[in-house]
């Protein structure tokens, strides 16, 4: 089992009950295929650097799980599917990189507690 990080991107014109569907398709696409979600964090509307799909703007979100290797292709392909997802990028997480995860989640729940 391997960690991994997935952050996508979805269309700007969704609703909220939009987004939070699409999320959860992702979600228990990973649970369905013996995989286990450890965090998820919705950064919200954000600028786009450059135009994709014609828009200048999208709603971003992270997702950290733990699964095999040869789930990943089958989760691409989901994305590639949906309409909603413009964008995504998928990186597995080494030594170093889950120190840095933990600490960047260590301080997202500092600030919430504050």
Known sequence: MNNYETVFIMNPVLSEEQIKETVNKFVSF????????????????KKLKYTIQKKKTGF????EFTSEG???NDLEIEFKRDERVIRWQTIKLEKFA???AEKRKNKL????KA
């Open 30 to 45: 990973i649970k369905t295929n013996k995989g286990t979600v450890s965090h998820q964090e919705n950064w919200g509307l």
């Open 109 to 112: 729940n500092n600030n919430k």
């Open 70 to 72: 040869k789930l990943i």
């Open 60 to 63: 971003y979100y992270l997702l």
């Open 98 to 100: 889950m120190e840095y």
